[in-house]
């Protein structure tokens, strides 16, 4: 029998059996087999339907279901499905999707490699930094500084340079040439410590970090925008500019991980400039880049540094790329989302929608187990804590975000838990409307969750 023809609970036998997913401790658990999407709701094998209020993974910027890009993919394997993009040989998605970014990218990084997603694209920017270092003779900057609570990837590489605890110690990380610097995160700011004097001191301990390693042998510093999985925290204003200035400085390279606030989340195509005033060395992203749709990745480069580059390889090839890097088919897709994007303006729509989904979100504080509720557009965070005053984290016993994801799923919305968080990054076609409805479930989940823990 084929396998879209088994029943519900066969489907689940089979996967317990056989499927390995991410991020699990590999004990049985039951599954939500998801089916379908449409806008911003999606469907389960029940006939359950919920407004996705995590687009898929912070990735379905416009909406599921949308039947220009299935043809677009269908169009495009048809035509040409694959070929290698090695060296001298490219094709036409490719050209078109890495010239249309560059007209939206900030500066001079108008220089594109494609990878098959966020970890791909953090690991080359990182070996990208290091051949640039190499070949333009400066080998000894091989060290790289990030930040605890960031997520960039899966990979031997991208995930060293990850700082959430939670995924740190089972698995063994590159050692010696990665350092982690403190997370700004204005609501775990020490008591006493001034905004101001807080920023002062995050953008200090970068400066000190560089000169404790030697500004020549620090090669990057790698920052989300803002530190996405590490529970959507929005560093304070300037922090951005002012930590670019640092790596200005001492000849680092600044590269910014958009994989998260890529194409629209925050309400542009690339955030680092337009929302947050800087032009890093290198921007990473994925996820929106296709809107989820298939899978593709690239690593945004200054044309400054390309050039550095060419003049000085004298025959050495950056001998990093994937099988499936600049894939026609994926580009395709991205090309597509691109002019959807365009044409229906989303992005606009994201600045008009997002501090209404934030200032919606905000009453939330009312209740006595939230302790903050931070984001910018449509990426959004709500704490949860025990000791409200005393900003607690809850024990891990009370399970409270999955307690308020079990509340919110029966009543019509997808939430992601996060230990003591519910993260939030509906599609970004989301209307005031289904933000409503989104709000209203999730307040009547936090009520029922704030009754069970009386
Ligand atoms: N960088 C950031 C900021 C991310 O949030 C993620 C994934 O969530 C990644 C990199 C890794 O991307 P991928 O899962 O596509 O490899």
Same mark, same amino acid.
């Given at each position: 029998?084929?396998?879209?023809?088994?029943?519900?609970?066969?489907?689940?036998?089979?996967?317990?059996?056989?499927? %390995? +997913?991410?991020?699990?401790?590999?004990?049985?658990?039951?599954?939500?087999?998801?089916?379908?999407?449409?806008?911003?709701?999606?469907?389960?094998?029940?006939?359950?339907?919920?407004?996705?209020?995590?687009?898929?993974?912070?990735?379905?910027?416009?909406?599921?279901?949308?039947? /220009?890009?299935?043809?677009?993919? !269908?169009?495009?394997?048809?035509?040409?499905?694959?070929?290698?993009?090695?060296?001298?040989?490219?094709?036409?998605?490719? %050209? /078109?999707?890495?010239?249309? $970014?560059?007209?939206?990218?900030?500066?001079?990084?108008?220089?594109?490699?494609?990878?098959?997603?966020?970890?791909?694209?953090?690991?080359?920017?990182? =070996?990208?930094?290091?051949?640039?270092?190499?070949?333009? *003779?400066?080998?000894?900057?091989?060290?790289? %500084?990030?930040?605890?609570?960031?997520?960039?990837?899966?990979?031997?590489?991208?995930?060293?340079?990850?700082?959430?605890?939670?995924?740190?110690?089972? #698995?063994?990380?590159?050692?010696?040439?990665?350092?982690?610097?403190?997370?700004?995160?204005?609501? =775990?700011?020490?008591?006493?410590?001034?905004?101001?004097?807080? $920023?002062?001191?995050?953008?200090?301990?970068?400066?000190?970090? %560089?000169?404790?390693?030697?500004?020549?042998?620090?090669?990057?510093?790698?920052?989300?925008?803002?530190?996405?999985?590490? @529970?959507?925290?929005?560093?304070? !204003?300037?922090?951005?500019?002012?930590?670019?200035?640092?790596?200005?400085?001492?000849?680092?390279?600044?590269?910014?991980?958009?994989?998260?606030?890529?194409?629209? =989340?925050?309400?542009?195509?690339?955030?680092?400039?337009?929302?947050? *005033?800087?032009?890093?060395?290198?921007?990473?992203?994925?996820? @929106?880049?296709? &809107?989820?749709?298939?899978?593709?990745?690239?690593?945004?480069? &200054?044309?400054?540094?390309?050039?550095?580059?060419?003049?000085?390889?004298?025959?050495?090839?950056?001998?990093?790329?994937?099988?499936?890097?600049?894939?026609?088919?994926?580009?395709?897709?991205?090309?597509?989302?691109?002019?959807?994007? /365009?044409?229906?303006?989303?992005?606009?729509?994201?600045?008009?929608? @997002?501090?209404?989904?934030?200032?919606?979100?905000?009453?939330?504080?009312?209740?006595?187990?939230?302790?903050?509720?931070?984001?910018? +557009?449509?990426?959004?965070?709500?704490?949860?804590? &025990?000791?409200?005053?005393?900003?607690?984290?809850?024990?891990?016993?009370?399970?409270? !975000?999955?307690?308020?994801?079990?509340?919110?799923?029966?009543?019509?919305?997808?939430?992601?838990?996060?230990?003591?968080?519910? #993260?939030?990054?509906?599609?970004?076609?989301?209307?005031?409307?289904?933000?409503?409805?989104?709000?209203?479930?999730?307040?009547? !989940?936090?009520?029922?969750?704030?009754?069970?823990? =009386?």
């Amino acid at each position: 029998m084929p396998p879209q023809d088994l029943a519900n609970d066969q489907r689940a036998a089979l996967d317990a059996r056989h499927l %390995i +997913h991410p991020w699990t401790d590999f004990r049985e658990q039951p599954v939500l087999i998801l089916e379908e999407g449409n806008g911003v709701h999606v469907r389960d094998s029940n006939g359950h339907r919920m407004i996705d209020g995590i687009g898929g993974m912070w990735c379905v910027n416009i909406g599921y279901g949308r039947k /220009e890009m299935a043809q677009a993919i !269908a169009a495009q394997a048809e035509k040409l499905c694959y070929y290698s993009p090695f060296g001298f040989l490219s094709n036409t998605p490719s %050209i /078109e999707l890495a010239a249309k $970014l560059a007209s939206y990218a900030p500066g001079d990084l108008t220089r594109v490699f494609f990878t098959t997603g966020g970890s791909t694209a953090v690991d080359t920017a990182m =070996r990208l930094a290091s051949f640039y270092f190499n070949v333009t *003779g400066r080998p000894g900057k091989r060290h790289i %500084i990030t930040r605890d609570l960031a997520y960039h990837g899966s990979t031997h590489l991208s995930a060293s340079l990850s700082g959430k605890p939670s995924d740190r110690g089972l #698995i063994d990380l590159v050692e010696g040439t990665i350092h982690h610097i403190s997370a700004p995160n204005p609501y =775990r700011r020490p008591e006493g410590v001034s905004a101001e004097a807080f $920023l002062d001191q995050k953008v200090q301990e970068l400066e000190d970090k %560089i000169l404790e390693l030697g500004s020549e042998n620090v090669a990057c510093f790698i920052a989300e925008p803002i530190l996405a999985s590490g @529970g959507v925290i929005v560093p304070p !204003a300037g922090y951005h500019s002012r930590t670019l200035e640092v790596c200005r400085r001492h000849d680092v390279l600044y590269i910014s991980d958009e994989v998260v606030t890529g194409f629209g =989340r925050n309400g542009a195509i690339f955030a680092s400039e337009p929302v947050y *005033g800087i032009v890093p060395d290198m921007i990473t992203c994925a996820k @929106g880049l296709t &809107s989820g749709y298939v899978p593709l990745g690239a690593v945004m480069v &200054s044309d400054r540094l390309y050039r550095q580059i060419a003049e000085t390889t004298e025959g050495r090839i950056f001998a990093n790329g994937f099988t499936y890097s600049s894939h026609p088919v994926a580009c395709a897709a991205g090309l597509k989302n691109l002019e959807i994007m /365009e044409r229906e303006g989303i992005c606009a729509h994201v600045r008009e929608v @997002g501090p209404y989904f934030q200032a919606a979100l905000k009453p939330l504080m009312d209740s006595p187990i939230v302790g903050d509720v931070r984001g910018s +557009h449509l990426m959004a965070c709500v704490e949860y804590v &025990s000791d409200k005053n005393a900003r607690t984290v809850p024990p891990q016993a009370w399970q409270i !975000a999955q307690r308020i994801i079990r509340e919110t799923m029966p009543r019509g919305l997808m939430v992601r838990p996060m230990g003591s968080m519910v #993260i939030m990054s509906p599609p970004l076609i989301i209307t005031r409307a289904e933000i409503d409805e989104l709000v209203a479930i999730l307040r009547e !989940a936090t009520e029922v969750v704030t009754e069970q823990l =009386r």
